[in-house]
């Protein structure tokens, strides 16, 4: 049983448009959400991050969006680069934990 | 900073025998974590450590797997015998603790097993 789930394994997108990648979680205990990109041969690399006290996060051209009620986070990526083509985890945490439930990831395609 | 270093990259064996794979985690960083990675199941945890303690090792699938942390700079995730459904890309990452920190990805292993 997936706790993190992204239901969408592959989004394709043309470049300067936006991205939107999805993820839904089911356990009410995470209280924080991370965004790690992958590129091929390489291990994920942290991009951005939530606390459930907030509902929107910005760092430069990527903001992730968090609804609790629905137990749903996305991140937008505007406008999109060629660069940002990757494999994109969404992560959650609860109560302090170290321990990160990672989703089954998104690969991002940016055409250019 | 090195990054995170995982030995070896690449790892064909065949059914039947005794895969160890290494890590060596940042400098500084007291936790330490070994995930798994197959497209049915995307990341998975295995085991972290902290201080070199086992914390929590509940996502280590069945008794052929084991993983060790001798000291802060090392430690090694060990299957035997090794099956061809343990195939998969072998992630170690460290963070330090005492918070919701950003883990650090070594590079992987990819394991092969025939």
């Known amino acids: 049983d997936q706790q993190v789930k992204q239901n969408s394994p592959s989004l394709s997108v043309q470049e300067g448009r936006i991205s939107i990648l999805n993820c839904d979680y089911t356990?009410?205990?995470?209280?924080?959400f991370l965004w790690y990109k992958k590129y091929p041969a390489e291990g994920p690399t942290f991009l951005i991050s939530i606390s459930s006290i907030k509902d929107k996060n910005e760092d430069g051209r990527f903001t992730v969006f968090l609804n609790k009620s629905a137990k749903h986070l996305s991140l937008h990526i505007v406008p999109s680069q060629p660069g940002d083509s990757a494999v994109y985890f969404c992560?959650?945490?609860?109560?302090?934990?170290?321990?990160?439930?990672f989703g089954k990831g998104t690969k991002l395609t940016v055409n250019p | 900073d090195a990054g995170v270093i995982q030995s070896p990259r690449h790892e064909v064996t065949e059914m039947g025998q005794e895969v160890t794979l290494r890590c060596k985690p940042i400098?500084?960083?007291?936790?330490l974590f070994w995930y798994r990675q197959t497209m049915m199941r995307g990341l998975e945890l295995l085991i972290y450590f902290n201080n070199n303690v086992p914390i929590d090792d509940s996502g280590m699938p069945e008794d052929r797997f084991s993983a060790k942390m001798p000291n802060a700079s090392f430690s090694t995730l060990k299957i035997q015998p090794s099956e061809p459904r343990d195939s998969a890309v072998y992630f170690c990452?460290?963070?330090?603790?005492?918070?919701?920190?950003?883990?650090?990805f070594g590079s992987g292993t990819q394991l092969s097993v025939l």
């Open positions: 356990n009410s205990m995470f209280d924080y």
């Open positions: 992560a959650a945490s609860a109560g302090g934990s170290e321990k990160l439930v």
């Open positions: 990452a460290s963070s330090l603790s005492g918070g919701k920190e950003k883990l650090f």
């Open positions: 400098s500084g960083h007291n936790s």
